[in-house]
């Protein structure tokens, strides 16, 4: 059954009668005792109050929706809808379908001509055919159609549908794969909305968290009945959520695993993330039954599928069994793999911490052991701390002949350390040779492969980009001095003509998803981007531009390097966003018993009229009412950004617009700011679905 069937309703694009049906419905389902009949219904609800969005009612004759509609309902549905059911067709004589297939075609042409060209409304009706198929997770071939007539859209309709894509993504990106969010992307550029500032757009802000989905498989979609298909997905992106964001305790973690293996036992991406979970409670591997469970897990991945994640955890297994090399393990491209990155920074740092590479072992155990310190062992947080205690200076690469040198001095070392002490005391407490000679190969080919793999960067469109590659990947480039030439100016331009490269710190970047760029307009500093490794709280390095879109300084180690509390006001200002605004002002300052503290600690949040008005409001009773309340983004007639704070009956309370900076610059309602009547209607009327989470 397809979402309007199971509400009771004919295709609509009037959301309150989508409402009033769930409601209807509601009353027959006793939600504690028949809870998978709820969770279809509510699924339902929300495929319909979607497709509301693409379904355009107009005032076309009654006759040619009705066309429209059998058409969409006995051929579109049944050819694009369940194209993976095998559906035998009544034996009919041929000229009888030559005859089908003519009026089919010749209504087809009809609808066209009504619709007089209105590329939105076909795009609409496309998209929500290729919606409620629920077989657009994966297929690429689908989404090429749907653009088929990209080039033939005007301007305006162009942004209308991008617009559409916007929110579509915005719902359904936990159900997609990278690759039809990347190709959705590249229709629409939307990368390119990462520099526009300004715009204050509520998906300009989450692009970069849609488009780095974990790169999971879909093609077993046919396997799950087709009602329970975006249910199946979103668990499975949620189990992912669970580790990238913690280490979640058993139970959690065993309940969210039973909601996707209640509907499929046979998804190697799950396996997968049951492997990672696994490691997590003994990534050394020096249990029996981790080994028993791991390598058993690990034959049933790859039974499933051949795929790069199962590849990564056998060459990790390989060289945790002495069998393989840890060179293998450092250089595997893990750009490609669906491993949280909980699960991925323990892996590395156990590497580099048997390598005895300490300043690795803290790019990755870092902010592990700081959250979760029970997870390592004394020796293991020595190394943390012995990098926290003491700073050692980078040397300038060596030459091949030196490695060899100082290769050879330590045999001989060896060898003479070999005539006093027994052997298995040696093998115990000192470095063998061949893991000597693997460090300084292993470095030399890692490097190697990190340029390679990100020299994309050195080509991109972002600044950003391309001044990380040339000062912190690839530090041999002669084409630095152009860029520096081309794209830097004022302080920024003189450091970088006379800064030593090597005595940059060094940052620890094997993949374009490594990092993070937070762009934004600051009060003060104009166009600034903050880069921050993602295993880090903090930026390692923030750029400054000025107007002509030029690099003019650089804040951070070996640059210019602020003092501490201008660095941190900095970037906290750079993490403003509309919607961090909004969530300071419900969370921390209505439904807080603690304003006063609240405004003080984050003064970022707010302009200084809006400061004032919230001091001045601060005495009001906590506002329970909003504790399950939702949220919705609107904007006006010149496209300005707003949000309606609704209280938990759902009703409007609060309108909040933001400054170019993302601060809160106005909070209109009753006792506060005062809006004119029209202009209220109209950001009301233009309101997009309720949000329920701040």
Same mark, same amino acid.
């Given at each position: ?5 199971? /509400? ?5 694009s ?18 504690d005792?028949?809870?998978l009949? *709820?969770?279809?219904? +509510?699924?339902?609800?929300?495929s319909?109050?979607?497709l ?27 050819a ?39 590329? #939105?409304?076909? *795009? ?20 090429t ?23 579509f ?6 159900v =997609?794969?990278?690759t039809?969010?990347?190709?959705i992307g590249?229709?629409?550029? *939307?990368?390119a909305l ?9 998906f ?8 780095n ?6 093609d ?8 329970e ?42 396996v997968?993330?049951?492997?990672s ?22 034959e ?5 599928? %051949?795929?790069?994640?199962?590849e990564?955890?056998s ?14 393990v ?41 959250? #979760? ?15 926290e205690?003491?700073?050692v200076?980078?040397? +300038?690469? +060596?030459?091949a ?29 000192? $470095? ?5 000679q ?7 080919e890692?490097?190697?492969? #990190? ?9 991109s ?12 990947i ?8 152009n860029?520096?030439?081309?794209? /830097?100016?004022?302080q %920024?331009?003189?450091m970088?003509?006379? $800064? ?5 710190p ?16 600051v009060?003060?500093?104009?166009f600034?981007? %903050? ?24 804040f951070g180690?070996?640059?210019?390097? =602020? ?6 006001a ?5 993490q403003?966003r509309?919607?961090?605004?909004? +969530? ?48 919705q983004?609107?904007?006006d007639?010149e ?24 601060r ?5 309602g ?12 109209? $950001? ?11």
């Amino acid at each position: 059954m397809n979402c309007w069937e199971i /509400l009771g309703l004919e295709p609509t694009s009037d959301k309150k009668k989508v409402k009033q049906a769930y409601a209807a419905k509601l009353k027959t389902i006793n939600v504690d005792e028949e809870p998978l009949a *709820f969770q279809k219904l +509510k699924e339902a609800f929300d495929s319909a109050i979607f497709l509301t969005g693409t379904i355009i009612e107009s005032n076309r004759p009654t006759e040619s929706i009705s066309s429209l509609e059998e058409k969409v309902q006995e051929d579109e549905l049944q050819a694009v809808f369940v194209e993976n059911e095998t559906v035998e067709p009544e034996s009919k004589p041929q000229d009888d379908l030559v005859q089908e297939e003519a009026i089919a075609d010749n209504e087809s042409t009809q609808v066209q001509k009504t619709q007089q060209g209105n590329a #939105v409304e076909i *795009f609409n009706q496309e998209l929500a055919a290729i919606y409620e198929g629920m077989a657009f997770f994966s297929d690429v071939e689908k989404w090429t159609l749907l653009f088929s007539n990209e080039l033939e859209w005007s301007i305006d309709e162009h942004n209308e549908i991008k617009h559409v894509m916007q929110h579509f993504l915005l719902t359904n990106y936990r159900v =997609l794969s990278r690759t039809i969010i990347d190709y959705i992307g590249s229709i629409f550029d *939307f990368d390119a909305l990462v520099k526009d500032y300004r715009s204050g757009d509520y998906f300009c802000y989450t692009w970069t968290e849609i488009k780095n989905v974990p790169n999971f498989f879909f093609d077993h979609y046919s396997e799950i009945p087709k009602e329970e298909r975006l249910t199946y997905f979103t668990n499975r992106y949620n189990l992912f959520q669970l580790l990238e964001d913690s280490i979640p305790d058993q139970t959690t973690w065993i309940e969210s695993l039973d909601l996707c293996r209640m509907l499929t036992t046979n998804d190697v991406d799950v396996v997968n993330l049951q492997i990672s979970f696994l490691l997590l409670t003994d990534f050394r591997m020096e249990q029996e039954a981790t080994i028993n469970h791991f390598t058993t897990l690990l034959e049933t991945a790859k039974s499933l599928r %051949a795929n790069r994640t199962s590849e990564f955890f056998s060459i990790y297994y390989e060289w945790i069994k002495n069998e393989g090399s840890a060179n293998a393990v450092l250089i595997f491209d893990k750009s490609e793999i669906a491993i949280p990155t909980v699960t991925i920074n323990l892996l590395m740092g156990y590497v580099y911490f048997r390598l005895n590479r300490h300043s690795s072992v803290k790019e990755y155990w870092g902010g592990l052991a700081k959250k #979760v310190p029970s997870l390592f062992r004394a020796d293991e947080l020595a190394m943390l701390d012995l990098m926290e205690t003491v700073t050692v200076p980078q040397k +300038k690469k +060596k030459s091949a002949g030196q490695y060899v040198w100082l290769i050879f001095v330590l045999i001989i070392a060896f060898v003479k350390i070999g005539g006093v002490i027994s052997r298995s005391n040696e093998r115990n407490t000192s $470095i063998e040779t061949s893991d000597i000679q693997n460090m300084f190969s292993e470095e030399r080919e890692l490097y190697k492969n #990190v340029i390679n793999k990100l020299s994309d960067l050195k080509e991109s469109d972002n600044l950003y980009d391309q001044f990380l590659y040339y000062f912190y990947i690839d530090r041999e480039d002669e084409d630095r001095v152009n860029f520096i030439e081309q794209n /830097l100016v004022g302080q %920024a331009k003189e450091m970088a003509e006379n $800064i030593t490269i090597s005595q940059l710190p060094e940052v620890t970047i094997e993949s374009r998803y490594d990092f993070q760029a937070s762009p934004d307009n600051v009060s003060d500093y104009g166009f600034v981007t %903050a880069l921050t490794l993602l295993e880090d709280d903090d930026p390692f390095i923030i750029l400054q531009e000025d107007e002509d879109d030029r690099i003019s300084n650089v804040f951070g180690e070996g640059w210019e390097v =602020l003092p501490e509390d201008q660095f941190d006001a900095l970037w906290a200002n750079i993490q403003v966003r509309p919607m961090m605004s909004q +969530k300071f002002f419900v969370v921390y300052y209505l439904l807080s018993d603690e304003r006063k503290e609240n405004l003080k600690a984050n003064p970022e949040y707010s302009t200084e009229n809006i400061k004032k008005l919230l001091e001045k409001n601060s005495s009001m009773a906590i506002a329970e009412e909003f504790e399950s309340g939702t949220w919705q983004i609107s904007q006006d007639e010149e496209n300005k950004l707003y949000t309606i704070i609704n209280d938990e009956n759902g009703e409007h309370q609060f309108i909040l617009s933001y400054d170019d900076y993302g601060r809160l610059e106005h909070i209109y309602g009753d006792k506060w700011e005062k809006l004119d009547d029209e202009k209220r209607k109209l $950001i009301h009327a233009n309101a997009e679905e309720k949000i329920d989470v701040y």
